[in-house]
């Protein structure tokens, strides 16, 4: 009886243990700053807490994978070590992303960062308030380490 009882708690918890979490990892961002609107050519841009955010086609997991296979390490030769940018772009209301924008401390990088991007074809699910799309301005963390 002992055994019975041992087996199925040991079925039970490898079974309740073994799930996978059911959500895309979205890291913290700050907020869009007004002179970054500007340079994207969005002065009217102003944050809605009700517009849904746009949509890459498999999420931000896809998205980060489109970037990591298009990236050319070799525009960032000579650096070693943990680079960051931020990467900025309008999902504008067809899908489509316009105005690509990155900041960070490293100009080849950020160059890089920028080209790869524009390099990514596949349309966004727009952002949109109520049923209506919008425009909205998307910020993308991005860190690569070099050896």
Known sequence: MKRIILLL???CSSQAFSQQPAYDYKPAVPPVPQEI???LGFA???PNAEATEPV?????HKFRMAIANNFDNSAVSGTSGRL??????????DGTISNILASGANGDFNAEAERTVRMIKSPWMPAKVGKEPVRYICIFPL???FE
């Open 9 to 11: 708690l040991l079925a």
């Open 37 to 39: 609107a500007l340079k």
């Open 44 to 46: 009217d841009y102003k």
């Open 56 to 60: 890459f086609p498999g999420g931000n």
């Open 84 to 93: 960051v940018t931020f990467l900025y772009f309008i999902v504008e209301k």
């Open 143 to 145: 860190t690569m380490t």
